[in-house]
């Protein structure tokens, strides 16, 4: 194990100076802790740049796929292509949860075809003519299964042309299939609502209605109400911006900023935010600050317009979408349309507690820090004030292939399904998880619905990424074989509990894997925990006030952003760069998955209960994880939490008591006994 060493930056952009060479910095913010986004914070870059699952399953999947239909190059299916359904009379027997049939095919041998809406739509019509002559429920819930295994084929190729792009953004060919692929989402929307109303409207409703259960049907009525084509249709458009965003930021990743206009002196944006951080309080280096003011300055009118311009197109297209949905705004709209388990006003009930409860936790913080330190809070100091832990953990000194070795065999203990899943995947190529200069940034699970195989993507994760990753893939894997995909199609709030407690569940491991750091490094994760609760929550409030506030303009936002950091006392001290309310434009959910942010906060308390419960009696976390992660078939977060024995944060009460437990850990000894390690390391630090 390596004691983590950060370069002092001025030195090397004193050096670069004197030499005008091209000479590269070390990347100092590499050399940081563990899991997730802190790193990220430190950069100034967004958190969680593209952790996650993929959000909007496509609307069906089913069984393993066959080739029946698209080995047929002339289609024109009709309700008598379809096998005439033979006893009319069978009874509809109750579902039964059985293990999903796998596909046991490797991703390199996925081959792309695009999926031809026209022909998707065609059969679904036809089957729906059937649906409509059916002389029973158990026929209809044939005819469900079989459009079912039909959209889900399709779904395969989605996933896969989505996959295969975030794998090389530069093929122009990748490109193309998620262009198609994303035309043939808006092009099938029809006839999936034509289908969701066909099962509402059946004649045999009240036995559909027994065997699918309330929550299904609920879905599908929600889906059914908001539905209109001219929603859809404002869909490619929405996906082209995005793409576009996307596309920018690849573009702009590796951009150099010509120091004071010094084209062979260049250095990134978290390069020169470093130097602001750690040396912007510094007289000695007042003219190389000033210098790298103004050449931030200049990078930042140019892409901060850019990437407003994009943002408020999406806005307007989204806030269209709510009204013809008959909403104000889009927020409302999203959560109506979007959730089972809350409504617009619990989470403006959630932002409100958050703000009341877990806001003080982080201003005590930085009060006590710089009480401990007995200096006062610069840039410079600021996280090891607030998270000593931070600079008192060793972080291993290991290869790709050891992290994810590494994530592998902690996953492994969690239990025999978690060993069953990641053999598989290892065995069908289904983590892609090293890194490449042609991949998209950040790491995702996503699900082949048809094949039923998850598979995890990631440019350069460290281990606990890879272990959060593996708590969504491990849900997939156990992912019972469905009639219809909407049946176990959980919200992100379920989602991230299986992926973020997955992370608390595997702090058991810390010591063999940080050694006698392992205690420091368990404190920076419940720190990690505490900081995503509440920058979460402010990405929540600030993007709901963007939808309702449509006309707040480029600055309006800065403006708004700035003050939100430091209304949640997140704003770091010091130089204006830090925190000067333009770094959102960087955060690709704002732009790709809007106003779910919510859900972060939400299954973040859920994962700080299992941490608590594992610290007296691991086995008992193991068991309300798995209890959790094993009622599949229960989509409304509150019953699911309520089953598992956990506590529901949208109850009274429930996040203000966690606040307190917190509140007692955050002075106690297992977190400000780091404050002697965490100053000695930056120290050395500092004086490098
Ligand atoms: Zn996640």
Known sequence: MKKRKLTALTALVLAVLMLSGCARIPDFIDGLPLPGFFREVLEGLPFWGGDDIVLTPPPAVTSAPTAEIKADPTPTPNAS????????????????????????????????????????NRSIRALLAQFEEAQSAAQQVEIIREIDRITSEDANMVTLANLQFSIDTTNPEYKE??????????????????????????????????????????????STQSYDPAISALQPEIDALVDSYSTYCTEHSGDEIPLGGNKSNTFSESE??????????????AYINKLVEQSLEGFYSETYTEKNDIFTKLVNLRNEQARIAGYDSYPEYAIAVGSDSYTYEDIRNLI???????????????????????????????YLAICPAIYATDDPDLTEEEQLE????????TSGRAKEMTSYMQEHGLFQVFSSPTKEEGAYTTYFNGYKEPFIFAHDPDTFTLVHEMGHALNYFLTPEP????????????????????????????????GDSAKAAEAYQVFNALYTILDQTLFSEFEITLYENPDLGPEGRAELYSRLQEEYGLASPGNRYLNDGRSWTSIHHFYSAPIYVQDYTLA?????????????????????????????????????????????????????????????????????????????????????
């Open 483 to 514: 009639d219809m995909g909407e049946r176990f199609s959980i919200g992100t709030e379920i989602a991230e509990v299986h992926s973020m407690a997955m992370e608390m569940l595997c702090v058991k491991f810390y010591p063999e894997y940080y």
């Open 177 to 222: 299939h998620q262009e198609i692929c994303q035309a043939y989402n808006a092009a099938i929307s029809d006839a999936v609502n034509e289908f969701y109303l066909a099962i509402l409207n059946s004649r045999y409703f009240d036995e559909l209605e027994a065997y699918f259960g309330e929550t299904v049907i609920d879905f599908l009525r929600r």
């Open 352 to 382: 409100s507690t958050v703000r009341a409860e877990f806001v003080p936790i982080m201003k005590s913080l930085r009060e006590s820090g710089a009480e401990h330190l007995g200096e006062k809070l610069t840039s410079a100091n600021y």
């Open 272 to 285: 020169m935010l470093g130097q602001l951080r750690f040396y912007g309080d510094d007289p000695d280096m």
């Open 406 to 413: 590494a994530a592998i065999g902690m996953l492994n203990r």
């Open 81 to 120: 292509d379809y096998p005439a359904i033979e006893d009319p009379g069978k009874p509809l027997e109750p579902f039964t949860l059985q293990d999903a049939v796998r596909a046991d095919l490797s991703y390199e041998d996925m081959v792309f075809t695009a999926p031809d809406a026209d022909r998707t």
């Open 604 to 688: 973040q308390s859920v994962a700080l209960e299992i941490w608590e419960i594992g610290r007296d009696d691991w086995d008992a976390a193991l068991k309300a994880y798995d209890d959790f992660l094993y009622d599949q078939e229960e989509l409304v977060f509150s019953r699911r939490l309520e089953h598992a024995g956990l506590s529901d944060p949208l109850k009274a009460g429930t996040l203000q008591d966690l606040a307190a437990r917190l509140g007692a850990y955050f002075s106690s000894e297992d977190y400000t006994g780091h404050y002697a390690a965490g100053k000695k390391a930056y120290d050395e630090m500092m004086s490098d």
